[in-house]
């Protein structure tokens, strides 16, 4: 099983920018999609974005508003997502999340992102 490991979260002022990093231990993403996904306190769970596995095929969310960018190093087995321009409504923790053969099913342990205003 691919474990997996989020960084780069932290509190940062609206308009600010923070690139988390997502690790793959134990095994490899492989050709596997990866997306992050976002809860905030009182709300559901909800997709960010996501890429797949060569990493020429993404996918944002209509809220990103062309703020966040997906990307992946498969040589390093890690994913990441730079956020600009954060907003206070961006506060959530960040997840991310391995697309197997059953689905969104491969979950990390997840990174607080806190924007203040």
């Known amino acids: 099983q691919v474990h997996l490991v989020e960084s780069g979260g932290g509190l940062v002022q609206a308009g600010g920018s923070l690139r988390l990093s997502c690790a793959a231990s134990g095994s490899s993403f492989g050709d596997s999609n990866v997306g992050w996904f976002r809860q905030a306190p009182g709300k559901e769970r909800e997709v960010v974005a996501t890429?797949?596995?060569?990493?020429?095929?993404?996918f944002y969310a209509a809220f990103v508003k062309e703020r966040f960018t997906i990307s992946r190093d498969n040589a390093r087995n890690t994913v990441y997502l730079q956020m600009n321009n954060l907003e206070v409504e961006d506060t959530a923790i960040y997840y991310c999340?391995?697309?197997?053969?059953?689905?969104?099913?491969?979950w990390g342990q997840g990174t607080q992102v806190t924007v203040s205003s």
């Open positions: 999340v391995q697309r197997t053969g059953s689905g969104w099913n491969n």
């Open positions: 890429i797949s596995g060569s990493g020429s095929g993404t």
